[in-house]
Nanobody
Framework: QVVLVESGGGLVQAGDSLRLSCAAS????????MGWYRQAPGKQRELVAS???????NYADSVKGRFTISTDNAKNTVYLQMNSLNPGDTAIYYC???????????????WGQGTQVTVSS
């Protein structure tokens, strides 16, 4: 059984930092591309940051320079360090694991249950 468990969310003030963690079980962690998505009220879920099994990272423009995604393969955990938070970062943050199965684009995708991040002004 595949389980992704996020933690680290909470209520902070603008300018503060938070570190989100996502512990994965039931998958060959290093074979997956890991990502963080977020969904604010009334908005679509959007990609925040992703990291491939080779360590290649990608960030949404809105978080570049403020957020850092990283992994610890020994702990099967992906992190999202969030600095200089602002109210626009308020959302539920979801962990995502994706494995490309073939050149045809078939994928195996898993999601965590989400963790709330609220940034007050």
């Amino acid at each position: 059984q595949v389980v992704l468990v996020e933690s680290g969310g909470g209520l902070v003030q603008a300018g503060d930092s938070l570190r989100l963690s996502c512990a994965a079980s039931g998958i060959a962690f290093s074979a997956y591309n890991m990502g963080w998505y977020r969904q604010a009220p009334g908005k679509q879920r959007e990609l925040v940051a992703s990291i491939t099994g080779d360590g290649i990272t990608n960030y949404a423009d809105s978080v570049k320079g403020r957020f850092t995604i990283s992994t610890d393969n020994a702990k099967n955990t992906v992190y999202l360090q969030m600095n200089s938070l602002n109210p626009g970062d308020t959302a539920i943050y979801y962990c995502n694991a994706v494995r490309i199965l073939n050149i045809g684009g078939q994928r195996r995708v898993y999601w965590g249950q989400g963790t709330q991040v609220t940034v007050s002004s």
